[in-house]
T-cell receptor
Framework: AQKVTQAQTEISVVEKEDVTLDCVYETRDTTYYLFWYKQPPSGELVFLIRRNSFDEQNEISGRYSWNFQKSTSSFNFTITASQVVDSAVYFCALLSGGYNKLIFGAGTRLAVHP | ETGVTQTPRHLVMGMTNKKSLKCEQHLGHNAMYWYKQSAKKPLELMFVYSLEERVENNSVPSRFSPECPNSSHLFLHLHTLQPEDSALYLC?????????FGPGTRLLVL
């Protein structure tokens, strides 16, 4: 079965703190893709990153970094020096099967306070 | 990268009304999707169109009727909705698996 688990429902931090959002996935496929999306209060899901199952290199983009570990089936997302504008719901997703169907986690609501 | 537009952004309708949601993608993608997002619930995939053919219908009630006249446009026709259908309806498109979303239509059914 394909499944994505985001165990953290809500996280609250103070500005400038580092925060890690956890994502654990399940799949029997050997080739798969993992994604992170951000949903600010406006509602639109914004694509952040895509990784394929053969590339376990960590990635850094500005204050954002991603840690992909196949051994633990995890794809965690860290925001360094968080800012109020980072407040949003963050979704982890797994690409499964044909027709590009994404399996989404339940999302983690991040609140960054000044 | 955005390039998916949705209209209207907000919609209030009575249970006896008929309305349509429109999605347009300017990215040259070959697949389009409708999602429903209710408060406190996960994203629910409703319909998938690939090359203008419906390839997935996730047990969506018949009061929701999708239409994909071409690869750039996707509609969701609504009729005799229920208050529990109030939600954010999101459209997305993709070419290689990465889905790009529109801003959504916030629907309130009275």
């Amino acid at each position: 079965a394909q499944k994505v688990t985001q165990a953290q429902t809500e996280i609250s931090v103070v500005e400038k703190e580092d925060v890690t959002l956890d994502c654990v996935y399940e799949t029997r496929d050997t080739t798969y893709y993992l994604f992170w999306y951000k949903q600010p209060p406006s509602g639109e899901l914004v694509f952040l990153i895509r990784r394929n199952s053969f590339d376990e290199q960590n990635e850094i983009s500005g204050r954002y970094s991603w840690n992909f570990q196949k051994s633990t089936s995890s794809f965690n997302f860290t925001i360094t020096a968080s800012q109020v504008v980072d407040s949003a719901v963050y979704f982890c997703a797994l690409l499964s099967g044909g027709y590009n169907k994404l399996i989404f986690g339940a999302g983690t609501r991040l609140a960054v306070h000044p | 990268e955005t390039g998916v537009t949705q209209t209207p952004r907000h919609l209030v309708m009575g249970m006896t009304n008929k309305k349509s949601l429109k999605c347009e993608q300017h990215l040259g993608h070959n697949a389009m999707y409708w999602y429903k997002q209710s408060a406190k619930k996960p994203l629910e995939l409703m319909f998938v169109y690939s090359l203008e053919e419906r390839v997935e219908n996730n047990s969506v009630p018949s009061r929701f009727s999708p239409e994909c006249p071409n690869s750039s446009h996707l509609f969701l026709h609504l009729h005799t909705l229920q208050p529990e259908d109030s939600a954010l309806y999101l459209c997305a498109s993709s070419q290689d698996g990465t889905q790009y979303f529109g801003p959504g239509t916030r629907l309130l059914v009275l």
